[in-house]
């Protein structure tokens, strides 16, 4: 496999020609420094303690000044006295008449790239008084926005008119060179300042055009092999079992029960690695198994759990947690304890101590803190690694994991109740007898089976599930896990991972979320990834429905904001189709298709779009509208082109559409023409169209 | 880093001198580039995170004392980067895998395709981290940063003979480990 470099005279000298020493260098080059974590809080944190000594420093006197000269002892200790007076009078004088640093900054607490909340004012701080009427007249913001000012000492507040800034939005806020102090002295250069802000509420659940809610149901079930005594876990892709049998046998086997396959035998442990294949605890020793068979020692000491933390293996030895391979511990457990469960994200593990006392302690650092509440069985998290679930009073508990929220959400659950929490939010619990599902929030309570179902295990964010039954290893479906309403806010979940992979320039990821077809649509280009000048700095949601009655698929409208540096130039939209694979039940990404790229800046722009009123239409931009060119800037047409008959109402940077005639299933396509202008003249950035179908 | 200092930079920086507003803005401009190099080097989020403060406060303290050479500001701050990583990897050395660091860049090709690439990817940069700490800063600044020879010999404190000398043995030496029989 030869790679040729791209020109670069740097290294013509260097390689000479070499074809081995040019691969080599063309590895290096084609490599990109994975996202490293990074704590917010950290950031802005040293921003802060920077800014604090850079003011300090601008404030202090300068050393070896003519005046602090004067004052060192002994040489001029009389003239130090005989002015002494005189800058008595002087500190008088300056207290009446305070002096100000010669040069006016401005800063403001919020940063281009951290979120604030849109109901926040814009806060600009000044290091000295300034004349407010020069101030505010001197200021600009970005999208057009009527505001108010007020002023808290040298700090301006900035608040829009209705309250709110646009959500998802990058403001611009110019303050020009003129803006004042009482005494003349000005900015002397335009300052911008960025302020982001949060996005809007993720989408909410929304109905199928013909809504049919179904309580959910097992169905398809099978045996797929038998002996088995454990269920490991699915591979990613839901497509392989990995099970512990009786014998101490680590097998695999295929979701279809093709493909039985033992991977090593005497395995006392074992978990199913988020990157696909398995860790496991055998003779003593730490191992992985890849998928194809791949066989690597990790530690040759045992391990009590093994848990995963991104893409590092995790192992609980003792009461210390080591990384694979680490010789120093990552975290100890410092009191004797009784269980151990580990978060799926892997920066967190909940411990029942001695005394029976449960405790979380995040592994990022050495907080623990112990519940109010004790428990006594299995503790399960959720797949998201924020709540967590028990059972204790005769019921089924839900909290966050400290324990300080606990809601009971089903009962009567028996002592020892196996837990299946699903990545879309139905936990399925055994009973006695049977199986019962309920959602997190104890809504949708339902028997499924009275049938046995032991230790279920779910595949990844699909509804199939595993279990065990007289020994036997099988699987089924839960026939709407999904539901209609949660389907929608699975498959934004899905989109929002995607997104977030590819913001973090992580290919490999971000493929995991495409089938065949999406893999196809993003191939052969530099789509996924968008790293050049302008770069993918964040994405949002413009829209999200369910497809119309007969084609199960949901359809989501992302947009993709692009910076140079951190101030957002440009944007495009991506519309996204989600599927649920026939074979496996996951969610995946089908298909995907960009509109052109466009400029930020340069006149309203749509943020978002919510057609999941029955009736209505609701646009949302980023600008305050001059509402005069509203009306005929907005229209609806049916899949026939017809126009439909609308009444229009603009309020706060929205605009209704109401429309008695839209029909439940029906395609529709909402136009929004560049006519429409915003307070300051200026039309909209770009026209704006949305096909969707109507909901009843 | 390809580019020279600009203009509006150079104004910045100038600024930066007095004014602290300034110093935030060249802070937000540089700090996830510096954080990103620092934790690829430091491999460990605590780690990274008290080298970069050091950074730039170091750089805060520095700064009235920059005199614009022509070469892109960010150099400057490389050059206190590598020290200070420098400084601190002789008393630890990184933990996390060379994986968790550097990943493939490209889209498109298949996952088989990406898994072979993978491998010679992590193979390519665990020698690096073995190589005498000047070759790998040479070797890290160029392809990892895409500096300029120019720019990497005046963060270094050498000639851009010598830079390339370092990055040329460098290379040779990855080749000699990777390819059975190649010169040394």
Redesign the interface.
């Known amino acids: 496999m030869s790679r040729r470099l791209p020109p670069d005279p740097d290294l013509d000298e260097i390689f000479d020609d070499d074809p081995q020493l040019e691969r080599f260098a063309a590895i290096l080059r084609s490599t990109q420094l994975r996202e490293p974590p990074l704590d917010p809080a950290f950031r802005s944190g040293l921003r802060r303690r920077l800014l604090t000594q850079a003011f300090e420093r601008s404030n202090r006197p300068q050393r070896g000044s003519w005046l602090s000269g004067l004052f060192r002892p002994p040489a001029f200790a009389l003239a130090a006295a005989a002015v002494g007076a005189v800058l008595l009078g002087v500190f008088f004088v300056q207290l009446l008449n305070p002096a100000y640093p010669s040069t006016v900054v401005v800063t403001t607490d919020a940063r281009p790239t951290a979120a604030i909340d849109p109901s926040r004012p814009i806060t600009l701080s000044f290091n000295q008084p300034m004349d407010h009427r020069s101030v505010e007249s001197s200021i600009s913001i970005q999208p057009a926005t009527q505001v108010s000012y007020t002023w808290q000492g040298n700090n301006l507040l900035i608040q829009p008119v209705g309250n709110q800034l646009a959500p998802n939005t990058q403001y611009h806020v110019t303050i020009a060179a003129a803006a004042a102090t009482p005494k003349g002295q000005t900015l002397g250069e335009a300052k911008t300042i960025l302020v982001l802000t949060a996005p809007a509420p993720s989408p909410q659940p929304q109905p199928s055009p013909s809504p049919s809610p179904q309580a959910p149901a097992i169905t398809g079930e099978k045996q797929l092999a038998s002996p088995a005594a454990r269920v490991v876990g699915w591979s990613p892709d839901a497509k392989t079992l990995y099970y512990l049998a009786p014998n101490g046998d680590l097998d695999a086997i295929g979701a279809d029960g093709s493909g039985s396959r033992t991977l090593h035998q005497q395995v006392s442990l074992a978990a199913v690695s988020p990157a696909g294949g398995v860790v496991f605890g055998s003779a003593g020793k730490v191992q992985a198994i890849t998928p194809d068979g791949s066989l690597s020692l990790l530690d040759n000491a045992p391990a009590d759990a093994i848990f995963f933390q991104g893409s590092k293996t995790l192992e609980l030895r003792g009461a210390n947690i080591y990384q694979a391979g680490g010789q120093a511990p990552v975290a100890t457990i410092t009191e004797p304890f009784k269980a151990a469960f580990p978060a799926p994200d892997g920066n967190h593990l909940i411990y029942r101590n001695a005394a029976g006392r449960t405790v979380l302690l995040n592994l990022n650092s050495p907080q623990v803190t112990a519940w109010n509440q004790s428990t006594s069985g299995t503790i399960t998290w959720a797949p998201d690694s924020n709540h967590v679930a028990y059972v204790a009073g005769g019921g089924l508990q839900v909290t966050t994991p400290d324990g300080s929220s606990a809601t009971q959400v089903a009962s009567p659950v028996r002592d020892g109740a196996e837990v299946a929490w699903s990545a879309q939010d139905l936990l399925l619990v055994t009973m006695e007898p049977g199986l019962a599902a309920v959602h997190s929030d104890g809504s949708g309570f339902t028997q499924l089976s009275q049938e046995e179902y032991g230790g279920p295990v779910w595949a990844g964010s699909a509804t199939s599930f595993a279990f065990l039954r007289q020994g036997a290893l099988s699987s089924a479906t839960v026939s709407s896990a999904g539901g209609s309403g949660l389907a929608l806010n699975a498959g934004a979940k899905l989109v929002s991972d995607f997104m977030a992979a590819r913001v973090k320039g992580d290919s490999t990821a971000a493929l995991a979320f495409l089938n065949d077809s999406g893999k196809q649509a993003f191939s052969g280009g530099s789509r996924l990834l968008v790293t050049g000048d302008p770069r993918l700095a964040r994405f949002y949601f413009v829209s999200s429905q369910v497809g119309p009655e007969g084609t199960p698929t949901l359809h989501y409208v992302v947009r993709l904001v692009l910076a140079k540096h951190s101030s957002e130039v440009a944007y495009l939209d991506e519309t996204i189709t989600v599927l649920r694979d026939p074979a496996r039940g996951l969610l995946l990404i089908d298909s995907d298709s960009a509109g052109p790229q466009r400029d930020l800046g340069k006149g309203p722009t749509v943020l978002s779009v919510d057609v999941t009123k029955p009736g209505h239409v609701t646009v949302f931009l980023d600008s305050d509208l001059n509402s005069a060119t509203v009306a005929g800037n907005v229209t609806l047409t049916g899949a026939d082109g017809k126009p439909v008959s609308v009444q229009m109402v603009y309020a706060n940077r929205a605009i209704t559409v109401t429309a008695s005639g839209l029909q439940a299933g029906e395609h529709y396509k909402l136009a929004v023409t560049s006519g429409l202008a915003d307070i300051n003249g200026q039309p909209l950035s770009a026209e704006y169209d949305l096909d969707f179908v109507a909901v009843g | 880093m390809s580019s020279r200092a600009l203009p509006d930079e150079r104004s910045l920086v100038e600024r930066a001198k007095?004014?602290?507003?300034a110093?935030?803005e060249l802070?937000?401009?540089y700090?996830?580039q510096m954080?990103?190099?620092v934790?690829?080097r430091m491999r460990d989020?605590t780690a990274?995170?008290d080298v970069?403060?050091e950074v730039?406060?170091k750089a805060?303290k520095g700064i009235p004392r920059y005199q614009d050479t022509g070469r892109p500001f960010v150099a400057w701050l490389y050059q206190i980067a590598v020290n200070t990583v420098a400084d601190r990897y002789r008393s630890s050395r990184p933990?996390?895998?060379i994986?968790?660091?550097?990943?493939?860049?490209?889209?498109?090709p298949s996952?088989e395709d990406?898994a072979?690439?993978?491998d010679?990817?992590r193979q390519?940069?665990a020698i690096?981290e073995k190589l005498p700490a000047p070759q790998r800063t040479a070797?890290v600044l160029?392809?990892?940063e895409?500096m300029?020879?120019t720019d990497i010999a005046a963060v270094m404190g050498k000639t851009e003979g010598a830079v390339?000398l370092l990055?040329?043995r460098g290379?040779?030496r990855?080749?000699g480990t990777?390819?059975p029989g190649?010169a040394r």
């Open positions: 007095t004014d602290p507003g110093f935030g802070y937000d401009r700090f996830h954080y990103r190099f934790f690829s989020q990274a995170e970069t403060s730039f406060i805060l933990t996390v895998d994986d968790e660091v550097h990943d493939i860049g490209t889209a498109g996952l990406l072979v690439r993978r010679e990817v390519v940069w690096v070797i160029k392809f990892q895409d300029k020879i390339k990055i040329h290379m040779t990855i080749r990777l390819v190649a």
